[in-house]
């Protein structure tokens, strides 16, 4: 999986995407449409996305301003 920008109409949209194989070819299927861009930046949903997936990783960790600002004092 992964994100792709998709822009229709001037405006760009945040779009969770998968590859999957079908007959022998790559076909991507959407997942998660975020909405606009600018929109989903803006209301924090990408990050919201983030912090709510890192619960379920054992690799990543997510670094937030307020956890770095803890660290640095």
């Known amino acids: 999986m992964f994100l792709r920008l998709s822009t229709?109409?001037?405006?760009?949209?945040?779009?969770?995407v998968e590859n999957?194989?079908?007959?022998?070819?790559?076909?991507?299927?959407?997942?998660?449409?975020f909405g606009q861009f600018e929109k989903a930046m803006e209301t924090g949903v990408?990050?919201?996305?983030i912090l709510a997936l890192e619960k379920y990783s054992d690799k990543i960790l997510c670094l937030t301003e307020s956890t770095a600002n803890d660290i640095q004092n």
Do not use: A, C, F, P
């Open 8 to 16: 229709v109409k001037k405006r760009t949209y945040l779009l969770l």
């Open 20 to 33: 999957r194989r079908v007959e022998g070819k790559v076909r991507q299927k959407i997942i998660l449409n």
């Open 46 to 49: 990408v990050d919201s996305m």
